[in-house]
T-cell receptor, first 114, second 114 residues
Framework: AQSVTQLDSHVSVSEGTPVLLRCNYS??????LFWYVQHPNKGLQLLLK??????LVKGINGFEAEFKKSETSFHLTKPSAHMSDAAEYFC????????????FGSGTRLSIRP | DGGITQSPKYLFRKEGQNVTLSCEQN?????MYWYRQDPGQGLRLIYY???????QKGDIAEGYSVSREKKESFPLTVTSAQKNPTAFYLC?????????????FGSGTRLTVV
């Protein structure tokens, strides 16, 4: 069975400083991993995905994430935060088989200080 | 442009009423999903459909019903049996391929019981 844990419910950084949103997963086989972003009262937008290709995945808006199998982690990073990055971020895991469920983390709210 | 349209954006329901949330997609996706989002929580799966005229219960299907008469449409009815319907409802779609490439989400419907 799969599970996903977002280690921080809220992260606050200053504009221009690095962002780190942490995600750990559990999966019996090679999972697919995703990060989504949700702005207030909006749907979710796919930021990036890992599907067993390169372990360092680049996404939109300067975000990237690294799949680390030994640490069962898929942390989301960005070198320099922008005010427009303030949103809720969800880490998502799906197992290898087509019958595997898609599991959403509980979300991390990112705040950006001017 | 292809995408998912949810309507209405805001919906108010009186106690004991059934209400229907609309979800339409023009992406030619086979699979469609309904999720419920409560404050500070991740997404919980209500129902999903992988093909026309077929759908399965998700994790929290009680008090909800769906239909899938057309590929493009997957309406969700919140019945009076749902005791706590106030939430943000998100519709999503994806290709039906075995390899999962991620969802496309609608912009959501916020349902409030008055």
């Amino acid at each position: 069975a799969q599970s996903v844990t977002q280690l921080d419910s809220h992260v606050s950084v200053s504009e221009g400083t690095p962002v780190l949103l942490r995600c750990n997963y559990s999966s019996s086989y090679s999972p697919s991993l995703f990060w989504y972003v949700q702005h207030p009262n909006k749907g979710l937008q796919l930021l990036l995905k890992y599907t067993s290709a390169a372990t360092l995945v680049k996404g939109i808006n300067g975000f990237e994430a690294e799949f680390k199998k030994s640490e069962t982690s898929f942390h989301l990073t960005k070198p320099s935060a922008h005010m427009s990055d303030a949103a809720e971020y969800f880490c998502v895991v799906k197992g290898y088989s087509s019958a595997s469920k898609i599991i959403f983390g509980s979300g991390t709210r990112l705040s950006i200080r001017p | 442009d292809g995408g998912i349209t949810q309507s209405p954006k805001y919906l108010f329901r009186k106690e004991g009423q059934n209400v229907t949330l609309s979800c339409e997609q023009n992406l030619n996706h086979d699979a469609m999903y309904w999720y419920r989002q409560d404050p500070g929580q991740g997404l919980r799966l209500i129902y999903y459909s992988q093909i026309v005229n077929d759908f399965q219960k998700g994790d929290i299907a009680e008090g909800y019903s769906v239909s899938r008469e057309k590929k493009e449409s997957f309406p969700l009815t919140v019945t009076s049996a749902q005791k706590n319907p106030t939430a943000f409802y998100l519709c999503a779609s994806s290709t039906g391929d075995r390899i999962y490439y991620g969802y496309t989400f609608g912009s959501g419907t916020r349902l409030t019981v008055v």
